[in-house]
């Protein structure tokens, strides 16, 4: 099994540009989530998912859009990208109420 | 509301040295608390876990001791090694609508030298 994967690993931006992170499990997990993670403030939840076709919004859903269109995959868009955006993004999948597997994280650079 | 409070790093040790982290939490309820560790260039994976008041997680030498009392899940290894070179974050999980959340620190570096 691959767990958690994530593409890219690595993108850079200019400010106003789109772009979509990809998140996909092979653990048949039910919920997936994504954060960010920056500097000095641990780990902040985007958007989650419980389920196929189904998404809400996390702590810092501003800016960010996500679809769950398969079980497996949890996509995660942004517009129109920011300064304020550049961050390293982590997924995570979990079959709750257990614990969540988290991809390698995808490192984001906007200018 | 919920936080999670842990000790600034970067926390420096030689190899062998006694680890202790701290952690503390403000929370409604009793949450399951949770030690997840990042390795560089990876993502995070479960150290250990404790889901009930004086409940204690284990693995790898680390351990943590839930302690309702004090609101305190502190991370402690008796013997370092260099490979425990990481950054570690302490979390916690709470019930929201039909999910369940994790809160986390702001994360401790930890390195240990030869």
């Known amino acids: 099994n691959a767990g958690v994967t994530q593409t890219p690993k690595f993108r850079v931006l200019k400010t106003g540009q789109s772009m979509t992170l990809l998140c996909a499990q092979d653990?048949?997990?039910?919920?997936m989530y994504w954060y960010r993670q920056d500097p000095g403030m641990g780990l902040r939840l985007i958007h989650y998912s419980v389920g196929e076709g189904t998404t809400a919004k996390g702590e810092v859903p501003d800016g960010y859009n996500v679809s769950r269109l398969k079980k497996q995959n949890f996509l995660l868009g942004l517009e129109s990208a920011a300064p304020s955006q550049t961050s390293v993004y982590f997924c995570?999948?979990?079959?709750?109420?257990?614990?969540?597997?988290f991809g390698p994280g995808t490192r984001l650079t906007v200018l | 509301g919920n936080s999670v409070t842990q000790m600034e790093g970067p926390v420096t040790l030689s190899e062998e040295a006694f680890l202790t982290i701290n952690c503390t939490y403000t929370a409604t309820g009793y949450p399951s608390l949770f030690w997840y560790v990042q390795y560089p260039g990876e993502g995070l994976q479960l150290l250990l876990k404790?889901?009930?008041?004086?409940d204690k997680g284990s693995n790898k030498g680390f351990e943590a001791t839930y302690r309702k009392e004090t609101t305190s899940f502190h991370l402690e290894k008796g013997s370092v090694q260099v490979s425990d070179s990481a950054v570690y974050f302490c979390?916690?999980?709470?019930?929201?609508?039909?999910?369940?959340?994790?809160?986390f620190g702001s994360g401790t570096r930890l390195l240990v030298r030869p």
């Open positions: 653990m048949n997990h039910e919920y």
């Open positions: 404790a889901t009930k008041a004086d």
């Open positions: 995570a999948s979990s079959f709750p109420p257990d614990e969540q597997f």
């Open positions: 979390a916690l999980r709470k019930r929201m609508d039909s999910s369940y959340k994790l809160i």
